[in-house]
């Protein structure tokens, strides 16, 4: 069935520094491909998405790259700060099926 | 204020104890779905659903079952729960049929079967 890999599971990047986040998809229908973040205790919220027809979005200290060739996406966050401490997903979307799926999320420690 | 919600917000129960979440959202969405989320396992998708009257399952549907009688109101059913439901759940709604819009989810609702 349809999958997608995160990696990494856990990351802890020095504040200011910058972060990234990896994923990959094994359904080449896929053409949606949304990031939610999640704080301590509280519900998912989407932060950024990228449909299949552009290779990269960027808003302020988010950006997203997509290669459909490789069938994989990335989440770069610069200048990172403590606030940005959270549990990020990706996930992938076919409209053929109406489903979405996530991967198992990345653990982000903002060092002080 | 546009939401999703979700009720109860924690529950602990006892295997084979029917028990049913709700889920209501007042944004006009077509599109609802509920996930679990458990520790490294990320977030799978149970049910969802396209508009009323029209459900299919995600990933991990077995022992769940859900109904959309109408549109703000998706609820999720264990007809008999069993402690490898204990778990995290989110009810998420998005404006229209397809995965492919911003999904709003709810507060989540702790479920512990013992």
């Known amino acids: 069935g349809e999958n997608v890999e995160q990696h990494p599971s856990t990351l802890s990047v020095q504040e200011g520094d910058s972060a990234v986040i990896k994923c990959t998809y094994s359904d080449s229908a896929s053409n949606y491909f949304p990031w939610y973040k999640q704080e301590l205790g509280k519900r998912p919220q989407l932060i950024i998405d990228?449909?299949?027809?552009?290779g990269e979005k960027k808003d302020q200290r988010i950006a997203v790259t997509l290669n459909k060739t490789a069938k994989h996406f990335s989440l770069h966050i610069t200048e990172t700060q403590p606030e940005d401490s959270a549990v990020y997903f990706c996930a992938a979307a076919n409209p053929r099926h109406d489903k979405i799926i996530f991967g198992k999320g990345t653990r982000l420690h903002i060092l002080p | 204020e546009a939401q999703v919600t979700q009720n109860p917000r924690y529950l602990i129960t006892v295997t084979g104890k029917k028990l049913t979440v709700t889920c209501s959202q007042n944004?006009?969405?077509?599109?609802m779905s509920w996930y679990r989320q458990d520790p490294g396992l990320g977030l799978r998708q149970i049910y969802y659903?396209?508009?009323?009257?029209?459900?299919d399952k995600g990933d991990v549907p077995e022992g769940y079952k859900v109904s959309r009688k109408e549109k703000r109101n998706f609820p999720l059913i264990l007809e008999s729960p069993s402690p490898n439901q204990t778990s995290l759940y989110f009810c998420?709604?998005?404006?229209?049929?397809?995965?492919?819009?911003?999904?709003?989810f709810g507060p989540g609702t702790r479920l512990t079967v013992l």
């Open positions: 659903s396209m508009n009323v009257e029209v459900t």
């Open positions: 990228i449909r299949s027809n552009v």
């Open positions: 998420a709604s998005s404006l229209s049929a397809g995965s492919y819009n911003e999904q709003f």
């Open positions: 944004m006009n969405h077509e599109y």
